[in-house]
């Protein structure tokens, strides 16, 4: 027997662990105590080697103990021991899996080295919060097995008196149905009993931890789909004042993550988590608060991730999408025309309304609490975003391009940590919320092209699906503002009456800010000054205000539930590409003059109304959210940028987050960008295969 192998904890396997754990359970309680204890410690880099002497220490006792008192357990336990030999030998490697899913693949025996969170070396098992667990032993089919089955039990770690217990057998699985908090351990013990005699074959222990897992969208069954879905929209339907009496300090209602996110991107200086280095921990941080509202309604729920670049990969469109069903967010009204989307002289604006499931027709909320950044209407919305429409909107447009497998792994393929959070915002995901949101109105330039200030209506489509940014641009450079007395008898053309509002002091340099802005491939080189001053009277007088935006691409975006499992899709290849030895210059800009931070680096003119001298604040590391609760723009709420990306270090042994996610696999890029292939190559980040081998991963077998 060797003592040795007993020494890793967690994966005490087979006849030795069942001499040593059934005579030292009771008597070793300050042993066990004390490892506990330890385990709750998050400081684990001497962790290992200190259980490795106690249970080193516990082992020799314990061998030597049976060895003097009880010469007839000893041989009886080596009868166990060939009996567990002939039985085919070889241990098996368990692990918990959720009831209706499949074992997380990190405690698998073909749990890849690289895609996986370090911090999980020493667990067997992850144990999701509320839900049903149960056992899984590879290799083990309990429906044809007649010689063995295997019973289990979790007790709580400080405390034996919270135990749980269930088998696998070929009658079936006994789960056992957990109310954890993340980050929680379990003691767990699996004993392997032979259906023959009913004696016991061998027994193992191992750590549980608690952790959400989110998984996408597509993998949850039917059920948590529901639940999950449901869970979501009670945040549409409770207020924040009702919730907290209801749930507790962690709820808040979905208008409230929506003020959030519109008072840190609509101010016209810069956009304080778009736009810049902030963009991905900045969503991080929102996105955990919604998830942690999320649970406090329903404490077995976590937030999905959508995965779109499987979408693209299949040639869905977003109509066609699963997130777009009556069963997720909602099923999406077809503009009349595929190729001109959304037009007045075809398609009511009201029809652009979430058309069933559970947010069918759900209403943009007023704006009540920040004077400041105002739209068109009154409504929480983008102040360069003249939809009058009184209901969430989406303008979708026919197209398949999505983000891609080829745009993750090309984001994947930069290595400073600049040049990843620099592009995030964009080819990863920003063509995600321009397919949903898109425009309404492009038959308004219909004109302009007849005039010859668009070249052909092939670049008026084009010019039109960027026209929000574009009046964006031009709120940001104070060139217009909302009209503040915009109203509307009836959501068509003749109905509605509102326009923007023109900076008179800014009046003369316009119509060269649109020459800049507007780029010659829709507008053809040759506009004389007379022709851009048309473009000017459309944006001051005409109709630019009636060309609007869906609510996804703009400020107010989280008020369409379709918002939210859009930005962990980042965050999980932020997981691989940290996993994958991460980035070869970890710098973080701290001069936004000379080096990147954030697109709006010098805001607008120092001394004009508004003017707010830290244009890039939320693109630094060290940088908050702006305190959406006061309302005061210099006061900050929540953890900077750096303590995120710390907290979601999958590296790290201080890995903080609540949650982990379900998988690194990315098959349906398999083909055309293998993004799994790119991550555990060994040229890639840091990451070698010979530092890896040595990571000291126990698998636990029985
Ligand atoms: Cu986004």
Same mark, same amino acid.
């Given at each position: ?105 990190? /405690? ?154 519109? /008072? ?439």
């Amino acid at each position: 027997m060797s003592i040795k192998s007993s020494s890793s904890y967690g994966s005490l396997s087979t006849i030795e662990d069942s001499i040593v754990g059934e005579y030292f359970h009771d008597s070793n309680d300050d042993i066990n105590y004390n490892v506990s204890k330890e385990l709750n410690n998050r400081n684990k880099k001497s962790q290992s080697t200190l259980m490795y002497v106690v249970v080193s220490i516990s082992t020799i006792i314990g061998l030597a103990l049976v060895l003097i008192s009880n010469q007839n357990i000893l041989l009886n336990s080596i009868n166990k021991m060939m009996m567990f030999m002939e039985d085919g030998g070889g241990a098996s490697i368990w692990t918990f899996n959720r009831k209706d899913y499949e074992p997380l693949p990190y /405690f698998l025996s073909t749990a890849d080295e690289t895609l996986t969170y370090k911090f999980l070396d020493k667990y067997a098992a992850i144990i999701e919060p509320y839900t049903d667990t149960e056992l899984y032993v590879e290799d083990y089919d309990a429906t044809t097995n007649t010689d063995y089955y295997f019973e289990y039990e979790l007790c709580e770690a400080d405390n034996d008196s919270n135990c749980m217990s269930g088998k696998i057998s070929n009658e079936g699985s006994e789960s056992v149905y957990i109310k954890c908090q993340p980050y929680q351990e379990y003691e767990i013990t699996v004993i392997k009993y032979s259906y023959i005699d009913g004696s016991k074959m061998g027994k193992t222990n191992g750590i549980g931890l608690c952790m959400y897992v989110r998984r996408e969208m597509r993998s949850l069954s039917r059920d948590d789909l529901d639940t999950t879905m449901d869970t979501m929209y009670a945040l549409w339907t409770t207020s924040d004042e009702e919730g907290s009496q209801l749930y507790g300090d962690d709820y808040h209602s979905a208008e409230y993550f929506v003020k959030a996110h519109h /008072f840190n991107a609509a101010w016209q200086d810069s956009d304080h988590i778009h736009e810049g280095l902030g963009f991905l921990p900045q969503h991080i941080k929102t996105t955990n608060m919604f998830e942690k509202s999320m649970q406090t309604v329903n404490p077995s729920t976590s937030l999905p991730y959508w995965d779109f670049t499987i979408d693209y990969a299949e040639g869905e469109y977003i109509f066609t999408s699963f997130p777009f069903k009556e069963k997720t967010f909602g099923s999406i009204a077809e503009p009349a025309d595929h190729t001109w989307g959304w037009l007045y002289k075809n398609d009511s604006i009201e029809n652009a309304a979430i058309m069933d499931g559970r947010w069918k027709k759900i209403k943009a909320s007023f704006n009540t609490d920040y004077p400041e950044l105002n739209a068109n209407f009154g409504y929480l919305r983008a102040p360069w975003n003249g939809n009058p429409s009184p209901y969430v909107s989406r303008f979708t447009a026919f197209t398949t391009e999505l983000p891609s497998c080829s745009d993750h792994y090309k984001w994947l393929e930069y290595d400073t940590l600049t040049d990843f959070l620099t592009q995030a915002p964009y080819a990863p995901h920003a063509s995600t919320h321009g397919a949903i949101g898109s425009v309404y109105g492009c038959d308004l330039m219909d004109d302009l092209t007849a005039n010859g200030l668009i070249t052909d209506a092939s670049a008026q489509i084009k010019l039109c699906q960027k026209w929000g940014f574009m009046m964006k641009e031009l709120y940001r450079k104070n060139y217009i503002t909302p009209r503040t007395d915009c109203s509307y008898s009836s959501l068509d053309y003749k109905g509605i009456d509102c326009g923007f509002t023109c900076n008179d002091e800014k009046s003369d340099t316009m119509a060269s800010q649109l020459e800049q802005l507007i780029d010659s491939r829709y507008v053809g080189d040759f506009l004389n000054q007379e022709q851009w001053g048309e473009w000017k009277s459309f944006v001051c007088e005409g109709d630019a205000a009636k060309i609007f935006v869906g609510d996804h691409v703009e400020s107010a975006s989280p008020v369409d539930p379709s918002f939210w499992p859009i930005h962990p899709t980042l965050e999980r290849i932020l997981h691989g590409k940290m996993m994958a030895g991460g980035f070869k210059d970890n710098t973080w800009p701290s001069d936004s003059q000379n080096d990147y931070v954030c697109d709006k680096f010098n805001c607008y003119e120092d001394g004009v109304a508004g003017f707010y001298d830290q244009c890039c604040y939320g693109h630094y590391e060290d940088d908050q959210m702006l305190d959406f609760i006061s309302g005061d723009r210099y006061s900050r709420y929540g953890p900077t940028n750096r303590a995120i990306m710390d907290d979601t270090d999958p590296t790290s042994q201080e890995y903080a987050m609540r949650y982990i996610y379900d998988s690194f696999e990315w098959e349906h890029c398999e083909d055309t960008d293998d993004i799994k292939k790119l991550l555990t190559s060994s040229g890639n980040g840091k990451a070698k295969s010979s530092t890896r081998q040595s990571s000291g991963k126990k698998t636990n077998k029985i």
